[in-house]
Structure formats: C-alpha cells, structure tokens
C-alpha cells in the first residue's frame, strides 16, 4: 500500500555550490514554498545571496551581497535587505522589487532587530529586543507601527526568537522563542500570543504554533483554528492543542503527544494546519513528522523523514504539505497522499475506535478519495429514513461521483414529496449546487424544467457560476429561451455547428470566422457567401477575406469558389480586393489567381491593373500572357516589364519613344546580358540620337554586358565620343586594364591630351607595357604621359634610353630633378651604361642634390665600379652635416680602398652602418673588422666572434666577452659544440678576468658559467676569485654561497672542507639545498646549522634525515631549548616512547600536541604520565578535551579521589561523553559518580543494575522517566528473578504500544507468563491502558488460557487489535473465536473461508447466511455452494437465495452441472429464470427432459427463449415421448428449420402442426409439397384443411391442377371461391380508380387487346394457374381477380371451408 503521506526529496543545496556552513537558522530562510534565500559566501571570499525559485524549476540566482541578512517576500520577486549603518545605532532595512528594480521601501531602525518575517506579500514583521512592529509596504513613505511588547520569558535577554505568526485577518499575533537553564541539555519554549482587538495577551509554555481557517463541522462554518505545542518547562510531556480563537463554533480539544522513545527530547520546530487537507503537521528538531487530525487530534502518523537536524520548516500553498530543511541541506517535502490516507486510516490504524469516523469526515470535508463504500452506506442510510436533504449532502461531498449518477437523480425523482415541503429532487439539486458544478445528466434534468417556467435568470446565474456542465443537450433545451444562452453552452460544450448556426442568427458574421479559426471547425462557408453576396456586398467581402486567411494560414473556403461567387454577380471590385488581401503572401500555388487579377483588370479596368502591377505583390502569374494584355492595352513599359524573348522586346523597343529614358535604363537591369547587348545594338542602329541613353545604360550595366563588347558595339559605329564618354563614366570604378588602354587610346583620338596625361599619371589599373608600347609608337610631342608611366611602373631603363635617343636630355633632368629624384640612381647606372660623360652625370647629380638617394646610389655606381664618381657629391653632403649610415658607408669605403688612415675614421665616426662597413673589411684587415663590429656593441656581436674566431683573435674576444656582460653572447660561445670554447675560455680565466676589476662583469661571467653548466671550470674560476685573489671578491657572499652550491652538486668531496673554511654565506639556505634530493648531504647541513645556532634545525636533522635519537637526546640537553625539547618530545611519541615524550614536553612546557599524546597515551596505557601531561596542559591550553581526558586518566588509574575532587571544581570536562566511556569499558563505580554528578538518571540506572542495585535502579528510572531506561532496568530484574521491581519497570513500559511486545518477549522468553498476565490485567486499570495491551492479553490468553479468551474478546471487542488477535487464534487453532473477531472487524471474506475450513468448530448456518449476504470476494460464493453440496445439501436453495443478486447464475448452473446435481438447485434456477439466461434455460430444459416433464419443458421453451434450441430439438426429436417430439418440431419451427419440423410432424402423423409449420414458414414450395404429400396418401381432409391453413402460399393454377386430377374438386371448392372472391374484389377496386376513364373503356370494349388495367396480371392469366384452360382461352384477359391475401374484411373463409378432423 502507498505511503500516506509523500515525502520526497525537493533540493539539495549542498548541490548548488552552497557552503554546508551556511545550512543554520538566520542564515537559510524560507518564507513560503516559492524562494529559499542563502546568504552565502563566494569561492573568491566575498560575500553574496543565493536564491532558488522552486516554482521555476529550482533556477538559482546569485547576487554579490554585504547586506547582513536578507529575506525574500513569499510570493513576489522582492527582497528585503538587513544591515548596520556605520555611525549608527541600531540597523536599516532596504527592500527592493527586483523584477521592476525599484525601491520599495528604506527604515532604519532605533534598535537591533533579532527576528523578522513577511505575514502578509505587502507587511513585514519586526522583533526587536523589546517590541514587535508591521511594516506596511503597501503605504507610501510608510514606517513600522508598533505591534505589541515582548512579556515574560521572551522579554528577557537569554530568548532567542525562532517564529513569528498572524492569522489570516491580523487580529491575532504569536511570537515564538527558546530558551535554555542548563546550558543546552534541554531547550524551554515560551510563547505570546496577543489580541490586536482586545489589546490582550496570553503566555504559553510551548515551541510551536500556527493559524489556519479550516472546517471542523459539517455545517459548513469555517473555523479561525489557532493550534499549539505545548511543554511545560521541567517536563517532557507534549501536548497539542487546537482551538478556535474566532469563536465561530466552541471547538477546543487538547491531546497527549508522544514523542519517540529515541529522542525523547525532541520538540516541535514547526506547526502547519493544512487548509486543504484538514491535518496539523508537526515538525521536529530531529527530524520526525507528527500528523493529526484537525478535528479529533488523533495522531494519524510519526515518521522520521530525516537523519539530520531540522533548523526550518514553512507550510506549501501548492500541495497542503510542508517543506523542511536540515543541516546538511537537503530540502524535503511532506504532503498528505490523497489517495490512500483514508485507506490508511481504515486498515492500519487499527487501534483507533474511531478510524471509520476520522476517515469518512476527511472524504467528506476534503474531498479524499477511498471511501465510497462509506458514501454509500452513508447515502442509504439518510434516503431510507426520509432525510433527503442530508443524502444529497453525502452526493454532494463524494467527489468519486459514484453518488451522481441518472439512477440517484430517478431515485430522488420517484420521492413524492410531502404537501407542503420541498420535493428531494430539488433538495438534491440546491445541495449539488453549494458544493461545486452540476454534471452533464445533472444539468440537463435540472434547466429542463427551469426552461419550461421561463426563469431566465436562473439559467444566466448558474452559467455565470459555472455551475452547469454544458453539453448540446443543454443548448438544446436553453436555445428556446435565450439564443445568447445556447451560444455560451455550445461554445463551452464545442458543438461548432451549432454555434455558427447562432451566431448567423443574431446577425454576428465577423464571429464566425474567427470563432472557426480558433477551435479549427470547417463549416459549410460557400452557401453562407452566396446569400450575403446578393445582400451585403461590402459584408461579403469582409467575409470572405477572414474566410479566406482562415487559420494559422489554412483557408477556410476555396478561393476559387470565392472568386467564381462574386465575378457571377460581376463584382470586380470586390473580387479584386479580395484577391489583392488573399494573394498578398505571393506563393506559387496561387499563379493562376494572380494572372486572373490581373487579366480582369487590364481587360476592364486597366488603370487599376497598372496600379496593381506599380505594387509589385506578385510574381508568379503568366507574366507572357499578361505582357500581351499590357500590350494591348497600351502599357508599353509594362509589356517590356513583362516580356523575355528577344523578337518581342525587340518589336515593343521600336515605341521607346514613349517611354522614359529612367525606364529604359531600368529595365535594362531585367535583361540577360546578350539581350541587352542587342537592344542596344537596335538602338544605336534605329536612331543615333540614342547615343546618351545608350551611353547611360552601358554605364550602368557594363558590368553585366561587359565593357569590352559595349567598346567594341560602340567601335561598330565609329563612335570614338561614346567610348570616351562611356569609359570616362566607369573609368573610376573599373579595374580592367583594357578598359583603361582603350580610354587612353580613345582620349589620345579625341585629342584630349590632358585626359591621357591625368589616366597615365593617376591610375594603376592599365597594361604598362601596352600603354608605354603605345606611347613609344605614337610620339606624342609631349613625352609626359610616357614618362608617368614609365616612372609609375619603374621602366625608368627604358624611358632613359629613350630620352637619350631621341637627344630629349632636358626631359631628363626634368624627370629628376622635378618629377621623381628617387629614380636618379636608376637614370645615372643607365646613363653610365650608355657611356654618358661623366660631366653630364656629375653635373646632373649636383642639380639633384640631397634629393636623391644615397643608398641605391651608392649602390648602382659600386656596381658599375664607378664609386670614385661619386667622391665630390658625397663630400658636399658630408659638408652639409648628412649623417646618413649609407653616406658614411660610402666614405668609409672609399676611405679603405685609398688607405687614408681608416683606423681613425672607424673609432671616431659615428655614422657608418658597423656591419656594412666590418663585412666590407674582413677580407681586407681583420682588426679593422673587430674596430668596426666592436663599435656596434652588440648588434655584431655573431659576426665579431666569427671573425675572431677565424682569425686567432682570442684574447680580443675574451676581453669583449667579459666586457660585454651579455647573457645570450656568453651562451653562443659556451656551446659545447664550438670548436674553440676551450681557447676562449683559457683566455677569460688567465688575461681577460684576472684583470677585472669591475663586480658586474664578474658576476656576468660566472653566471654564464653556470648556464653552460660548467662546474668544473666555474669552480676553477671561482676559486681563483674568492681563495686565491686579494680581498676584493674574497668576503663576497654570493660568490660564496655560489662557491658552496656549485661544490654540492659537482664535487661533493670539497663541501665540507668549504663549509669549514669559509665564513660568509647564506647556511640556511645552504642547508636546506643540502638536505635536498639528490644531495642528501646531512651531516654537512647539520654543521652548517651548528654553525649558524640555528638549534631547531639542527635537531630536526638529526631527528628527521640522520635519524639519531640518542644524538638529538645530546644535543637537546646541550642546547636546552624549548623549541628543541618539542621537537624531540614529538618524535619521541612517534616512535612510541610515551613516557620519554611526555617528560620532554614537561621540560619543553609545550602543549600543542595534547590531542596525539592523549591517543598515544591511551594505546599504550600510561594514564599515570598523562594525568601529568594533562595536567600540565590545562595551564598551557583552555579545551574541553584535555578536561575530558583528564577525568578520564583518573578513572582509569584508579584515582577516584582526584577524580571527584577535580569534578568539584571548575572544568569544562564532557562528563557525559566520559561517563559513557567508562560505561562502555565496564567501569561503572566511576561512570556512577560521572552520572550522579550530572544527574544523568538513564545512566545511573544502567550502573545501578549492572552493580546489582535494583531497587536504586528503580528510583533512578523514577527520575529518568524513560522507556528505553525502564526497558534496560525491566530486563535486569528478569534476569534476577526480582519481579517486583520487574513488575514496576513494566508498568511504566506497557502504557508505550511500540515497547509492549519487548516487554511480552522478555517474560515469555524467561518462561515467567503467569507474571505477564498479571502484569497486564493490573495493567488495564491504567487510564494510559490502550489497544496493544488489550490485544497482548487476548493473545496470551489464546496461548496459554484458551478459556478465557471467548469472554474477554466479547467484552473489549473494540479495544482490540482484531488483526493480530486473529493470526493468534488461527496459531492456537480457535477457530469460533477466531470467526467471531472477523465478522467484527468486517473481514466477512475472511470469516466464510474460515467457517468452511473448520467447519466442525466454527460453522453455523445462520451465521454463516448472514456472513455471506456482505462477503465482496465473489469467488466465495462458489466456494460456498461446493461446501453446502458437500456438507449441507439440503440447505443449498437456502444459500443460493441468500447470493442470488451477487452471484453469476451461469456459474453456479456450470459448477451444479459438473457437479451432477442441478436437479438439487431447480427451485433456485426457476426463481431466476425470469433473467433468460442461456445456461440458465438449458439447465431447467435439461432437467425437464430429463424427468419427461414436456407441459412445464413447453411453458420455459415458449416464455424463455434464451437456449441451444437446436441442440434441445435434435435431442428431443429422438425422444420416445410424442410429445417430446412434438415440443422439437417446435423448436424447429422457431428456429425457421421448417422443413425439419414439418417432416418430424409428418412422421409422427401430427399434420395440424405439420400444417401450421408450413404457414409459419411463408414458402410455397414447403405448402404445396405437403399439400402433395396429403393427395398421395389420400388424406382429403387435410387436403381441404391446408388450402384452408396455408392459403397465402398455395397458387391457385396448383390447387385445382392436383383437386383436378385426384378428383378433389369439391374440396377445393372452398379455396377456388375465395380466390375468385378477392380477384373481383381487387378488380372493383381498380374500377374505382380509373371512373375518368369509363368512356374510352366503353369506346374499346370490343378491341380487348387494347385495354391495359391500372393492374395486369402476368401474362394476362389468373394467377396460379399456368397454362390451364380453365379460364378460357389464354389470350382472353382476367380482370377482377386479385392476389392472394386481398380478401375484403367482411368476408371470412372460416365461414365457407371446414376442415376436417385429423
């Protein structure tokens, strides 16, 4: 069975990142079960706000916050803000909507505020230290107003206030808070509660309280219920009491909690009344839920739903329940299950006598389900004794529906009601009303006559309250009445037709569409169009556009059919409005609708169209068709617009005359490239006037058509101005070369020279070889634009040479001297190389001047070898103070070719590029090289070792190396793979450092030494320094150290002889490199630290690496440190040399480590030296541990003396957790001492039994009150055999249910059950005594008093847990008792099976009747009926009787007929024949044919025909009974197997049946073979009597044909008159209906072939009579003779034929 109660895991904070220290009251808040507000520290240290949203799936929010605390509003996105004002008493309160960012509020209160919380989403609540104030949000500017003053116990400073409270109408205030007097081992509740009207309080003992407005009676009053836990202080006794403080009904109940036996302690932190499910949850600090009853106070259940402490609770809107949080975060939900709560109630509560009625008030006032029986049995009740306003109640309240069914609503019907008074259906009704809506069947029986009286309003009232369920039933019967009423009902009910239909009727057209796009419904819209468009045009338009956009883009109507209704009643304009709105999304599928549009118009109204087409809405219409209309139409631009064959375009291009020039060119834009190119080829040809638009549209759309084929169209006509125009246009935008040639050459032809001069000079886009080809080829007499492109793309060669050439040499000087001087020493190699003079270039140079320059100068002259050339020019500029490197580069050159003193130039010269220059001199004098690579100092420094190197240089390099300082320098030398490392570093340690004298420089070197990982070399160097220099470097610490460190790791062997000589240097962190791996050097680390002093360090080497206790044991007590007596004190403990440690931490007077030498102390057992230790550590170090371990150290050294000399003293020991210890380990003289000092009676009594001191053990769990005491005390007075005291314990046990079975087990265990059962009678008279007890003596008596128990269980029926005294009985095998206790408890299943199973003890008839009338489990029933067969055969009618309305008939006759005994149940099965059940039917046929009873087998074959009747004739036809025979041709004939029937009838000579079957079956054949068969076996009589009886089927040509030939005339005389009788009479028949006839029938008697009769009969002879001649000839008609079955009323055969007897 489900839970009754559904907890769940909600949240887990821990889960959100949130810090588990942040899970305590204050800190976690949770106002409602909408937010939970953290505050909360980030993973940077700074403070912030966690809010989860729990309704927005638990979406956290974190905001950074320094506000002290904060609180979110339970319903809003608000928060209200706690800090301290700096320079301000008290504290201030901001509260902000987050949502909107705007402040709501900001108070700075006088005074510290301790406790706050939202009552209401717009009032926050203050407590302050001495009064409680409402905050009104709602008020503008508003401040707290002053509530009420904290009294009594919450007055006082030691309160803390944990919950503050109102009513839903804030007339009542509770303030809660704790307390404690005994530093925490119990915690007092105290509580105001205050009266805002009567300005009056009241204080209460208690932890928790709540408000609540809830039902607690079934008049439908609502109660303001105030309930509380209260705890008087000193007591752990609970109680809950529930009370209505609105005094709207005298409610008041007060109710025992017992709280759980492990923990005892426990109290309420949280009290919720659910409103919604009528219960009081309570919630505990450890984690227990209580739930109760609101109306009774019962306890309904206790559950732990957490391990953890809960700190905070608050009631659940949403669900009734409650949420809870604990310590480690986790957030839980608990809410009544509302499905199995009242099933719980019924079948687990058992102990409760009154369960049924707690359960059926929760059904009915909470509407829980699981108790329909109870409905029901509820609802009869009241109905049979007239009380038809309380049964309609009890519908009403049964939210199954169970109770609302069309038979409830005929059963209140068939009441009269009494004159007078209000009939019970509408008792019925009004209740219905009150407690929610009607249903379907309600509502219609309910409006039915409401309607008939015309009460409008009613009807509009109830619909307004949604009180009837609407169905088209209802709408039915209401649209007389009111059609606004109807529509409400059909839309509610979704009868879509019904609805258009209404809103057609009241003229609402608009409705209807949007009525239909919102449910989706399509309805017959084309009829509804027709009608409105011959009415309302400009409405049918309307509608037919919302018809038409339909919903969610689905049309409502077929457009066409819209189109084709309007354009029958020739509406263009409305159809074209509504096309323009329906083909407005322009989607392919609606081309031919577009095309139409357009067609109508241009055919009839062609402005319009035009105007259409100036929308440009559509695309895809037949765009040549409708090109064809515009044409005809005159539309010119839009028939282009509209045409894309070239011969069209062409034709419509000869009218461009009347279009625009901004046309044309547009549309060009629509053209494929060679299309355009065409029209464009027209145009120019058709008029050459055309030569701007053509231009304009080439200019446009060259980059389609091409540029070059627009220039080569325009070449075709020898139009060199529409080139310039049309290249002059693009010019700036293009990038083709050739269309940038073709513009130069088309402005060269044009004569526009300034033109060619700026395209030459400014753009970058032509072919520089084809324009300077061209130039060249066309010598313009102005070389200019020659030389812009010459100079722009550097064929500045070329142009020289053809300056030259051609004698141009002032365009020369010209172009260097004014266009570009960069390319004069281009101009002056080519002028060298066409051997120019010398005077032209010098004297060319000198008129350029500075404004060459110098570099590629310099550089194509020395390529020339020319340099000496250049001589005076570099000198000029030299005078003129250019400090150009390549100036100065030149000179140097020149300078060392001439060998003019160039030593002196490279030192003093700061210009020249010392690269250039030093290259320039290696292979010329290397030292001149070094001169100039020195210079750089540092930029060639590669090239300057290279040089060196290849040179011998070593000494040099070495000095510039020490010199030089450079890290990076140092490393390319030091390279293991330079070949000449060795040389230079010989060098650096013999000349270039010994003559340092520079500090830097030195500390370079070694440094660089040490990169290059150079021990060796480094510690030859550094020793030449530091051991064997003068005293410049020899005291140099880091020189030292380095000394030291670099010995460490290349050459161990020299560190100690360095430690010893030198004095200088860092040692402690020497030393800790020492000790390092890989080193591993300890004793040299030990030295140095001896050398330093540094003593502890020392000893932790010699502790930790050299591992020497005896040394440090020396060492210690040389230094006599306290710091070294710690250390050796700690390692001393950790090789487990307790004693030794202790005494070292004595004389290091240290007490850090006390937690490690109390464990160590404890392994091993010296208590004597840690009472000393510790003792020593309480003036070191202020814990509760060291107390603690202290006290403990005497009990197990046996100084109880000292022990309880201490305790009486100040201490902070944990004398309870010791106590416990002691306990634990068997000591218990001391652990009584512990407890009685702390009066820890539980313990004591614990100590008390194992020392043998019962009677002490007894007082002591006097004091302690606690079952789990009283338990441990009960069973140790067992053992002892001291029952008296046993019996004492025991008392105090029994009065808890969930100890009551411990308690039997140990007695019975023990074998003491006579003193059990006394116990428990003496135990009955307690006014504690409940439902367990009673049942544990009731089982004892089963065990072992059997004789007892039938009396007992008689008396304290309902005081018992019938259930378990039930599996006790079936132990003990009691069976009468066991039968009696389920028929009490309504397990009537139950009971029948047991009464069957041992039936010699437990089975009586009457009993077992009156079990079996309420058994629910069907499958009993046939049990039963085996049972009475088998045992009480004779009452088995009796028992089938009983079961008759709950029992499946054609079960009972299948298992009577395996059993072979239905003539035993016959009286039964025709009682409930009337049901004409097939099993039923064959069972009694059976037995009827079995005992050849065929009158009572007739009566049930013919009032029951529910059978295998075949099967019943194929077995009776064999019958040797006639009459059994007889009864199968029955059965046959209703079966329509005549045939068969008529047959048996035959055989057994039965022709009246035989004859009757036949007429029964309507088929000639059959009647006229039997009227055959009576011919041939000459029964005349019958003869007669079958066409008599089967008249209708028998043909008459048959009947005289057989009378005829077998001499039967006379008796078918009868037969023969009455078919002549019925052939006239339907002849006169058709007489009268053709009397307007008459005189062309008397005009064509004679022609008797010409007379057709309204009714001809088949081949114009008498029916039946073949080709007989009786009737004359055949070609003679027949008239008046009709078809058989048309006798006149008036006549009767009977009165012509009698039939004989046979």
């Not at 060319?844 to 570099?855: D, F, G, K, W």
Request: with cysteine.
């Amino acid at each position: 069975m489900a839970a009754p109660v559904n907890v769940q895991a909600a949240l887990d904070l821990a889960g959100q990142g949130i810090n588990a220290q942040s899970f305590r009251f204050g800190v976690t808040t949770m106002e409602s079960d909408k937010y939970i507000c953290v505050k909360d520290t980030g993973a940077d240290g700074a403070p912030q706000v966690v809010v989860i949203d729990m309704h927005n799936g638990n979406n956290v929010t974190k905001r950074p916050m320094k506000a002290e605390a904060t609180l979110m509003n339970p319903a809003e996105n608000i928060m209200a803000l706690k800090a301290v004002a700096e320079g301000q008493t008290g504290q201030f309160v901001q509260v902000f909507n987050l949502d909107t960012k705007a402040k709501l509020g900001v108070y700075q209160s006088p005074e510290n505020i301790v406790f706050w919380k939202w009552v209401t989403t717009r009032i926050l609540a203050f407590v302050t230290q001495t009064d409680v104030y409402h905050w009104n949000l709602d008020v503008a500017n508003s401040t707290p107003e002053k509530m009420f003053t904290r009294a009594g116990k919450l007055a006082e400073a030691g309160s803390q206030i944990i919950s503050y409270a109102t009513n839903a109408a804030m007339t009542w205030c509770l303030l809660t808070g704790i307390s404690t007097q005994d530093q925490g081992k119990t915690i007092d509740g105290n509580m105001q509660l205050y009266s805002v009207e009567k300005k009056q309080q009241q204080l209460l003992e208690g932890h928790a309280g709540s408000f609540g407005n809830l039902r607690v009676t079934d008049d439908g009053i609502v109660a303001g219920l105030f309930a509380f836990s209260e705890r008087k202080v000193g007591t752990q006794q609970t109680k809950l009491h529930i009370m209505d403080i609105s005094k709207a009904t005298p409610f008041k109940i007060a109710v025992e909690v017992p709280m759980p036996t492990e923990a005892p302690g426990d109290f309420a932190v949280a009290l919720h009344l659910s409103e919604k499910h009528g219960v009081v949850y309570m919630v505990t600090k450890a984690g227990f839920l209580l739930l109760f009853d609101v109306a009774t106070g019962t306890m309904l259940l206790r559950s732990r739903v957490s391990q953890e402490s809960i700190f905070i609770s608050t009631y659940s809107q949403k669900t009734g329940g409650c949420l809870f949080i604990n310590r480690s975060g986790k957030v839980m939900s608990a809410a009544v299950n509302e499905q199995t709560m009242v099933g719980y109630i019924m079948n687990q509560l058992v102990q409760l006598p009154n369960r049924q009625e707690i359960a059926f008030t929760l059904a009915r006032r909470f509407s829980m389900a699981g108790a329909d029986e109870l409905f029901q049995q509820e609802f009869a009740r009241r109905f049979a004794s007239g009380d038809y306003k309380g049964a309609a109640t009890i519908a009403g309240q049964c939210k199954s529906g169970m109770l609302r069914t069309p038979q409830i609503i005929q059963q209140f019907k068939s009441v009269q009601a009494p004159p007078g008074q209000t009939s019970p259906i509408l008792h019925y009704f009004s209740t219905l009303l009150e407690y929610g809506k009607l249903n379907a069947q309600e509502s219609v029986e309910l409006c039915q006559p409401v309607v008939q009286q015309g009460r409008r309003e009613l009807v509009e009232k109830w619909l307004k309250e949604d009180k009837l369920e609407c169905t088209e039933q209802l709408g039915d019967i209401v649209r007389p009445m009111d059609t606004k009423f109807a529509l409400s009902i059909y839309i509610r009910a979704a009868v879509h037709d019904k609805v258009i239909q209404c809103f057609v009727e009241n003229g609402q057209i608009d409705q209807v569409v949007a009525y239909a796009k919102k449910v989706g419904y399509q309805a017959d819209y084309t009829q509804l169009l027709q009608n409105m468009v011959l009415s309302n045009p400009e409405g049918a338009t309307n509608f037919a556009k919302a018809l038409v956009e339909g919903k969610d883009g689905h049309p409502l109507i077929d457009l066409n059919a819209v189109v084709k209704i309007f354009m029958d009643q020739n509406k263009l304009q409305e159809t074209t409005s509504i096309l323009l709105e329906a083909l407005k999304a322009n989607r392919p599928d609606q081309a031919a609708l577009q095309t139409q549009l357009l067609a109508m118009n241009l055919q009839q109204a062609p402005k319009v169209a035009e105007a259409i087409l100036q929308m440009n809405l559509f695309t895809h219409y037949d765009r040549s068709y409708i090109g064809q209309l515009c044409e005809k139409a005159g539309l010119m631009q839009w028939a282009m617009e509209h045409y894309t064959d070239a011969a069209s375009l062409k034709r419509v291009m000869l009218h461009a005359h009347t279009m625009t020039p901004e046309f044309l060119i547009n549309y060009f834009s629509k053209l494929a490239p060679e299309t355009a190119l065409e029209c464009l080829h027209d145009l120019m040809r058709h008029n050459r006037q055309n030569l701007n638009v053509a231009v304009q549209i080439s200019i446009k759309y060259h980059g389609a058509i091409g540029a070059m084929k627009i220039v080569e169209m325009f070449e075709s006509f020898g139009s060199n101005e529409g080139v310039f125009y049309f290249l002059g246009a693009i010019l700036s935008s293009s990038t083709d070369p050739d269309v940038h040639f073709s513009y130069i050459k088309a402005a060269s032809r044009c004569g526009n020279m300034q033109e060619v001069e700026r395209v030459c000079r400014e753009s970058s886009c032509y072919n520089p070889v084809a324009v300077k080809d061209f130039l060249k080829e066309a010598k313009l007499p102005d070389p200019r634009p020659l030389i812009y492109v010459c100079d722009l793309h550097d064929h500045v060669n070329e142009l020289t040479e053809y300056l030259y050439k051609n004698s141009l040499m002032k365009y020369i000087e010209v172009y260097v001297v004014k266009v570009n001087p960069v390319k004069c020493p281009q101009v002056v190699g080519s002028l060298i190389d066409l051997d120019c003079s010398e005077d032209f270039i010098k004297n060319l140079l000198q008129n350029v001047r500075a404004a060459c320059p110098i570099e590629p100068l310099v550089a194509e002259v020395e390529k020339r070898n020319r340099l000496r050339v250049l001589l005076p020019w570099l000198e000029a500029r030299v005078s003129e103070g250019n400090q150009d490197p390549h100036l100065h580069n030149a000179m140097a050159m020149i300078l060392i070719d001439t060998n003019r003193d160039p030593e002196t130039f490279l030192k003093n010269n700061a210009f020249y590029d010392s690269a250039t220059v030093g290259k320039y001199c290696e292979d010329r004098d290397p030292h001149l090289a070094y001169t100039a690579y020195k210079r750089a100092w540092g930029s060639c420094d590669e090239a300057l070792v290279d040089v060196t190197n290849r040179n011998g240089l070593f000494r040099l390099q070495a000095r510039y190396l020490v010199e030089r300082q450079s890290p990076e320098l140092w490393e390319l030398v030091l390279q293991s793979d330079n070949k000449h490392r060795r040389n230079v570093i010989d060098q650096v340690v013999s000349t270039a450092l010994p003559e340092c004298s520079n500090a830097d420089e030195v500390s370079a070197t070694v440094k660089a030494f040490i990169s290059a990982d150079l021990p060796n070399e480094l510690i030859e160097l550094l020793e030449k320094i530091v051991l064997h220099k003068s005293a410049d470097f020899s005291k140099n610490k880091n020189l030292q150290n380095l000394l030291i460190l670099t010995a460490i790791k290349a050459d161990k062997t020299r560190v100690m002889d360095y430690i010893n000589r030198l004095d200088n240097y860092d040692g402690s962190e020497i030393a800790k490199i020492a000790l390092g791996e890989p080193y591993c050097l300890f004793e040299e680390a030990f030295l140095i630290y001896k050398k330093a002093n540094l003593n502890s360090e020392a000893m932790e080497v010699l502790l930790t690496n050299i591992e020497s206790i005896e040394r440090a044991q020396e060492y210690a007590a040389r230094c006599n440190e306290s710091r070294v007596w710690y250390k050796l004190g700690r390692a001393q403990l950790e090789h487990g040399n307790v004693p030794e440690a202790i005494d070292s931490y004595l004389k290091a007077e240290d007490a850090a480590d006390y937690a490690e030498v109390i464990r160590r102390a404890k392994i091993e057992d010296n208590y004597d030296e840690l009472v000393k230790y510790l003792t020593m550590a309480r003036n070191k170090a202020k814990d509760q541990l060291i107390d603690t371990e202290l006290v403990y150290s005497y009990a197990k050294a046996d100084r109880l003396g000292d022990m309880e000399e201490f305790m009486s003293g100040t201490n902070t020991a944990n004398v309870q957790a010791v106590g416990d210890r002691l306990f634990d380990e068997g000591i218990y003289k001391a652990a009584k001492s512990l407890f009685q000092s702390i009066s820890n009676n539980a313990k004591l009594a614990a100590c008390h039994v194992h020392l043998g001191e019962y009677p002490q053990a007894v007082e002591a769990a006097k004091k302690a009150n606690n079952p789990k005491v009283w338990k441990d005390v009960n069973t140790a007075c067992i053992k002892a055999e001291q029952f008296k005291c046993a019996e004492i314990a025991a008392m105090n046990i029994v009065v808890h249910p969930d100890h009551l079975e411990e308690v039997t087990s140990q007695y019975e265990a023990s074998g003491n059950f006579e003193e059990l059962i006394a116990l428990l009678e003496s135990a009955l008279g307690n006014e504690r005594a409940h439902v367990g007890m009673f049942t544990e003596l009731a089982i004892l008596y089963a065990k072992y008093k059997p004789a007892k128990l039938m009396d007992f269980v008689k008396l304290n029926t309902q005081k018992l847990n019938i259930p378990k005294l039930v599996q006790a009985c079936e132990r003990h095998y009691l069976w009468s008792e066991a039968v009696f206790l389920l028929t009490h408890y309504d397990e009537f299943d139950q009971a029948a099976s047991m009464m069957m199973a041992h039936s010699p003890t437990a089975f009586s008839h009457d009993q077992f009747l009156m079990v079996m009338q309420k058994v629910a489990n069907a499958e009993i029933y046939y049990r039963a009926l085996s049972f009475y067969v088998d045992e009480n055969p004779m009452q088995v009618n009796a028992l089938l009787n009983t079961v008759a309305s709950k029992v499946d008939h054609a079960r009972v006759v299948a298992q009577m007929r395996k059993a072979d005994q239905l003539p035993l149940i016959l009286p039964y099965m025709k009682s409930i024949q009337q049901h004409n059940i097939a099993a039923v039917n064959d069972a009694i046929n059976d037995v009827y044919t079995d005992g050849e009873q065929f009158e009572e087998l007739r009566q049930s074959i013919a009032e029951f025909d529910n059978f295998d009747q075949i099967a019943l004739a194929q077995r009776l036809e064999k019958h040797e009974l006639m009459e059994m025979r007889r009864i199968a041709a029955l059965v046959y004939q209703k079966n329509k197997r005549y045939k068969q029937s008529i047959e048996l009838s035959k055989q057994d000579m039965v022709y009246k049946d035989a004859m009757e079957t036949a007429c029964e079956s309507g088929n000639t054949e059959l009647a006229e073979s039997l009227l055959k068969f009576f011919v041939e076996n000459g029964h005349k009589e019958c003869f007669a009597a079958c066409l008599y009886t089967c008249y209708d089927l028998i043909t008459p040509d048959v009947a005289l044909e057989l009378a005829w030939r077998n001499g039967l005339t006379d008796y078918c005389m009868p037969y023969l008159i009455q078919v002549m009788r019925e052939f006239t009479g339907r002849v006169n028949a058709l007489d009268k209906k053709t009397t307007k006839k008459e005189e062309e029938e008397e005009k064509n008697k004679s022609a008797s072939n010409d007379y057709v009769p309204d009714y001809m009969v088949p081949n114009m002879m008498m029916p039946g009579l073949g080709q007989l001649a009786i009737g004359g000839p055949q070609h003679m008609p027949q008239p008046g003779f009709g078809q058989p079955g048309m006798m006149p009323q008036a006549q009767n055969p009977m009165m012509m034929m009698t039939p004989g007897h046979f």
